[in-house]
């Protein structure tokens, strides 16, 4: 198990309850100590960005002095009885922090003036109970930190000398004048996108439009009535102010390269989606196997965004999705959408195992793009206007049926003139 869900809700604990404190910054070390029975979660890799201490011990060890720990964690592997959580209280500073992951903590009182932190995990099937018990001067309340502290590093580097034959795109039409039609034709009230960087993406919004991304290096000021989260997705979804995003008409999801954060991202957004709305997940369809790995490896990374299609395909049936020829690196187009359903969320951990660990290499069939659909097809002005024209009403169901039969028809997938 990749415990994906688990080391997402100990980030959300520590940016919640740790890291957001006065007291443990810089030039403060932090001591923690994670305590498992060695088949849990790797939370040592959370660390990432901090200036901390991690020991990973067995929770009959006994050798911790007292009052040195600043963070203590008990993974679910360990069964948190009252007998233990007194020991490890024993060895936390004054101003500590336990986190408990797993199932909610039954019959253990701290101190009256501790502060009890309790967080149900929207992933499934685990559903993990997070409970952070903070002490002393830990206790008081701060924002969540929302800074990159702990944030999986975005990988920008890879090896030298990638042969030719590897680096280099396909597709029938521009990534951005397939984005460029989209805006003209579903006309949207309210646009977002995740991965905004240069902008480039974001300013074919005419309408009010949210970014979000933790880094982006804008060439030009944005307009009024565009803003930019500076946030990861993730800190955006479960720990930021998200009253700034409405109802989406159109969303382009371009962040980080891998299964884990595109499939969350798809699953955040869905829940600001209407049966109208218009997803697009870039980068599909690696050009060359090596493109498509989760660890960049070439100049040209899709990573194992790829995964979606099959993801989407098995386990949400409901969904129309529909792979787009685009250049260089395809894009997905997603509709249907429903916010109320609940699938991705409750199985998210195994969703995401069999994608890391069984869709190992990139399969003959996403390389050569099979099924794809050109940008310019006859079909897709239709489906668009569908769109647009029903967006609002209660006939949207009806018409994704009507769309679902224009793409059964070999002729419409033809493109103008040809
Ligand atoms: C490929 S670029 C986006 C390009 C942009 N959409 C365009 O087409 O012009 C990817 C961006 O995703 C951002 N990013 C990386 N990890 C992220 C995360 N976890 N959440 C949000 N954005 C992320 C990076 O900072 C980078 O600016």
Redesign the pocket.
Known sequence: MNFISSLDNLRVALKSNVINQPHFRSPHRLQVLIVGDGTGPAYASVFTGVDAKVRNVRPDTGDISPATIDVVIVGPDVPASTLLLGRLRSILTANGVLVVAGAPVVGWQPDRDARTDVWVSPFGPSFETITSFCFGASASRHSPDLTLAL?TP?QNTFPPGVPDEVEHGAGTLDC?QFLVDLHEHVRPRFYT?????????LKFAQCPALG??????LSEALPAHHAVSLT???DFFRLADTTAMKSIDLC?I???HQIE?ALKDFMNMERFCHAGSVVIV?DIYPAHPLQGERIRQSRYWTGDIWKIIPILERHRPDLIVLPVDTEPTGSLMVLGLDPTNNVLWDNFDTIIDDAIDNMTDVPRSIVDRTGKIDARAKVMKKILKIVRKRRETTRMSESLNQIRELLARPKLREVRGR
């Open positions: 944030a975005v951005y996108e995740i991965g905004v960087e240069y902008g480039a993406s979000i991304d933790p880094a982006p290096q990861t997705s993730d382009y371009d962040g980080m954060f870039d």
